[in-house]
């Protein structure tokens, strides 16, 4: 993953744009019936900050794919 993600800021360095590192999260999702570790993703020589769930386009994403916070009330 981290030699995708330095392809991709390398690349949009070239087309003159810049990866936002506040605005850049990691999500890492263990295999079914493995108890994963969080992976160091960098951009530039900085962490890239991991998170367990986030919201994207109104819907909540979680490390471990469960609804229970979207189906909270």
């Known amino acids: 993953m981290q ?19 506040k605005k850049t999260e990691i999500m890492f999702q263990p295999s079914p019936g493995i108890n994963g570790h969080h992976r160091r ?4 020589g900085e ?8 919201k994207y386009l109104g819907s909540t994403t979680t490390y471990n794919n469960k609804l229970d916070t979207e189906l909270q009330l």
């Not at 993600?5 to 390398?10: E, G, N």
């Not at 993703?41 to 530039?44: K, V």
């Open 47 to 54: 962490d890239l900050a991991t998170v367990k769930n986030f």
């Open 3 to 21: 030699e995708i993600v330095t392809r991709f800021a390398t690349a949009s360095k070239a087309f003159g744009l810049k990866v936002c590192i």
């Open 41 to 44: 993703i960098q951009i530039s």
